[in-house]
T-cell receptor, first 115, second 111 residues
Framework: GAVVSQHPSWVICKSGTSVKIECRSLDFQATTMFWYRQFPKQSLMLMATSNEGSKATYEQGVEKDKFLINHASLTLSTLTVTSAHPEDSSFYIC???????????FGPGTRLTVL | LAKTTQPISMDSYEGQEVNITCSHNNIATNDYITWYQQFPSQGPRFIIQGYKTKVTNEVASLFIPADRKSSTLSLPRVSLSDTAVYYCLVGTNSGYSTLTFGKGTMLLVSP
């Protein structure tokens, strides 16, 4: 149980384009999902907290207009990287929190490469 | 959020028991301790969670002393496939806090 999927698993795009990444909790409902970014040989950095039916909460230094988050249902959150640039190339990982706990279950990640 | 300190890396051989200790001196009364495993280019995988004493599941054991200022993840008889980064995190189980990942411990298992 507690499976989280992400789509796509990898994407290559041109600079200036937008990319949408989906995060789904497959066998449980998640009021809260999280988006992380991980650069090579570094730890996960929390970008934002996504709450179903409300606006996301962004961490300091993360541009909310660049990283658009939508959490329209209890099983789906999306992250859209707008006007992507090469410095946005990274490994993006989502997680879904089991309600009433702090246990997060992570997706497999999405490798974004911006040319 | 309580800060955690782990060894940067550890080496072991197949079949050995590996113990990774995490320090969390400022752990709060309501904080739980959770360990995740991450392979390269994959999302972290939940291993085990505990509050006090000892917790055991099919893959690991978690030992937490009475003062809860540290915890030890024990992996019995490791194999090459256990080579990964292991993260120790603390947080409340209220459903309201976020997780802060430290640098983790890179475990290398050799034949």
């Amino acid at each position: 149980g507690a499976v989280v999927s992400q789509h796509p698993s990898w994407v290559i795009c041109k600079s200036g384009t937008s990319v949408k990444i989906e995060c789904r909790s497959l066998d449980f409902q998640a009021t809260t999902m999280f988006w992380y970014r991980q650069f090579p040989k570094q730890s996960l950095m929390l970008m934002a907290t996504s709450n179903e039916g409300s606006k996301a909460t962004y961490e300091q230094g993360v541009e909310k207009d660049k990283f658009l988050i939508n959490h329209a249902s209890l099983t789906l959150s999306t992250l859209t990287v707008t006007s992507a640039h090469p410095e946005d190339s990274s490994f993006y990982i989502c997680s879904a929190r089991l309600d009433y706990t702090d246990t997060q279950y992570f997706g497999p990640g999405t490798r974004l490469t911006v040319l | 959020l309580a800060k955690t300190t782990q060894p940067i890396s550890m080496d072991s051989y197949e079949g050995q028991e590996v113990n990774i200790t995490c320090s969390h001196n400022n752990i709060a009364t309501n904080d739980y301790i959770t360990w995740y495993q991450q392979f390269p280019s994959q999302g972290p995988r939940f291993i085990i969670q505990g509050y006090k004493t000892k917790v055991t599941n099919e893959v690991a054991s978690l030992f937490i002393p009475a003062d809860r200022k540290s915890s030890t993840l024990s992996l019995p008889r490791v194999s090459l496939s256990d080579t990964a980064v292991y993260y120790c995190l603390v947080g409340t189980n209220s459903g309201y806090s976020t997780l802060t990942f430290g640098k983790g411990t890179m475990l290398l298992v050799s034949p």
